[in-house]
């Protein structure tokens, strides 16, 4: 979870790259010394570790994690709904973005198609009215208005657990994330 610049050596008929420097991007103040903190922090890089492939650069990928940690570690807000804030945006850099609008006559949202749609679908992975409308706020408020969708312990946790579906439908072998166990424990759902 630390950033850092590096400079490095690449040579491409070696395996091994020699770095010259590395010095710290950005030094966390919060993180470490905060149990709840740090345990949003471990799940969000266990969701992007499992999600983001490949070597090549991706700034706009780079600057909205940076983002999202140094908003987790500067923060005076409550934190509860980062996590799940963090998952819903990161989806568009995965190419699942949730697509269509939450509303009367479109109030579930559909998890394996990921649109929201007017009528329960027939398959099983699909939000109810409530949750769907939770998603959308949180898809729709910027990251320093996240903690303002209101959550109750057990809903907090199905929700996430329906994040985490929502991943494995559109994202072959994703492997399962276990700090979550470890988060619900801390936050309290």
Not at 28 to 50: Q, T, Y
Not at 114 to 123: R, Y
Request: charged fraction near 25%; charge should be negative.
């Amino acid at each position: 979870m630390t950033p850092v610049d590096l400079v490095a050596y690449h040579r491409d008929d070696h395996d091994l790259t020699r770095l010259k420097e590395i010095r710290p991007h950005h030094v966390f103040h919060a993180i470490p010394f905060d149990i709840r903190r740090s345990s949003v922090g471990l799940f969000m890089v266990e969701v992007a570790r499992n999600t983001v492939q490949g070597h090549e650069a991706n700034p706009e990928l780079f600057e909205f994690l940076l983002r999202n940690f140094v908003f987790l570690d500067e923060t005076a807000h409550p934190i509860a709904n980062l996590h799940l804030h963090f998952m819903l945006h990161l989806s568009e850099f995965l190419g699942f973005l949730p697509g269509g609008d939450f509303g009367p006559d479109s109030p579930y949202f559909d998890l394996q198609e990921g649109v929201f749609t007017h009528e329960k679908p027939f398959h099983h992975h699909w939000l109810s009215e409530v949750a769907s409308g939770k998603f959308y706020q949180l898809l729709m408020l910027p990251l320093d208005r996240c903690h303002e969708v209101p959550f109750e312990r057990e809903e907090r946790r199905a929700f996430l657990k329906n994040l985490l579906l929502f991943y494995r439908l559109h994202i072959e072998n994703f492997q399962q994330v276990h700090s979550h166990e470890v988060l619900e424990e801390v936050l309290g759902g």
